[in-house]
């Protein structure tokens, strides 16, 4: 995931957005929505890009490119986060937390906040963030899907691939996710409605299984984009399986057939993406897996393997079921609070 924190103010036709700190993904979605005829301010790191950049996005046969003009930006002290109807925010693992503490120092009541291609339960982790803050806003926290399929930068250039046609998205209630499906529609139109914040992570679990597939990468067993080996693809079939054994708990149908996030030439992206998704997700999810005694002893292979090759303790560094407030809670409760 990359850095973004989005405010948005009201919801008239031109919007007023500031973004905070960087990432491709937040340079995607500014330049979509400023070419839509939003205003878009860069806050954080990405003031630091071009005034101007141009944005290529592929419909169909066609592609389309135009200059995108972005606001002077603010100082972070200005308060950026406290006067807009809705924040959005997405981050990736470098500066995961500090955007959610961010945010939790600074929500007033009322506010929506949108949180792109969330880790599973991020909406959980950031309403105890907000507690511990000594926030109690009434404030609506909301999950989302990924925006984009791909999006690459080349020079001044940035190249927007598959915008997604179906957002799902999921509060931690269901009045939680009507009003986001209302709200959330002012800035983007394709969003859609999860049952829950599992399925809404977990139905797309390409992420998740493409741990696996960069650890190959990493490890060097990996010849090609697309090769798998017989024992490789042992390892993702059975990954799969011990994600539909814990879907059935969950009350989520995950599919069997996902394709793969392509891949960085870089080994080092993909190691920080093994990290990542390793800290964000499989190690929350084999907590989860314990509460309701599905065994996942592939997934716990993959972390391991992970921990060894990466050289980090990542269970250490990972999300816990304590980051989301639900420690001490069994199974059925963390179930009926997430159907609420």
């Not at 990493?218 to 814990?246: F, V």
């Amino acid at each position: 995931m990359n850095n973004l924190a989005v405010a948005v103010e009201g919801f008239s036709s031109a919007l007023d957005i500031a973004f905070v700190s960087s990432g491709l993904e937040s340079l995607a979605c500014a330049s979509w929505l400023a070419a839509a005829g939003q205003r878009v301010q860069l806050r954080g790191n990405d003031r630091h890009r071009p005034a101007s950049i141009c944005y290529e996005r592929n419909d169909a046969d066609h592609t389309h490119a135009q200059p995108v003009q972005f606001l002077p930006p603010a100082r972070e002290a200005d308060g950026y986060v406290r006067s807009p109807d809705i924040i959005v925010l997405h981050a990736r693992a470098s500066d995961y937390k500090r955007a959610l503490d961010t945010v939790a120092a600074e929500v007033l009541p009322g506010q929506t906040i949108f949180i792109i291609d969330a880790p599973l339960m991020t909406a959980f982790e950031l309403s105890e963030r907000l507690h511990a803050q000594h926030q109690r806003a009434a404030v609506n926290i909301i999950e989302t899907g990924p925006l984009f399929n791909a999006c690459k930068m080349t020079g001044a250039t940035m190249h927007i691939t598959g915008a997604a046609t179906q957002v799902p998205i999921c509060g931690r209630t269901v009045n939680e996710t009507r009003a986001g499906l209302s709200i959330g529609r002012a800035f983007w139109k394709n969003l859609v409605p999860a049952s829950n914040v599992f399925e809404r992570r977990l139905v797309h679990s390409a992420r998740i299984l493409g741990a696996a597939q960069r650890l190959f990468a990493i490890m060097g067993t990996r010849k090609g984009q697309d090769s798998l080996t017989g024992a490789e693809q042992s390892i993702l079939t059975a990954m799969t399986n011990e994600l539909q054994s814990l879907g059935k708990h969950l009350n989520v149908s995950i599919p069997k057939d996902q394709s793969f996030e392509p891949m960085s030439e870089s080994l080092a992206v993909e190691r920080e993406e093994l990290a990542t998704v390793v800290r964000e997700d499989l190690i929350l999810i084999t907590e989860l897996a314990k509460l309701a005694y599905v065994p996942v002893p592939t997934i716990d292979s993959i972390i391991e393997l992970a921990t060894v090759t990466l050289g980090q303790d990542l269970r250490k560094e990972s999300r816990s079921l304590a980051d989301l407030g639900l420690i001490g809670m069994d199974f059925h409760e963390i179930i009926e609070l997430v159907n609420a």
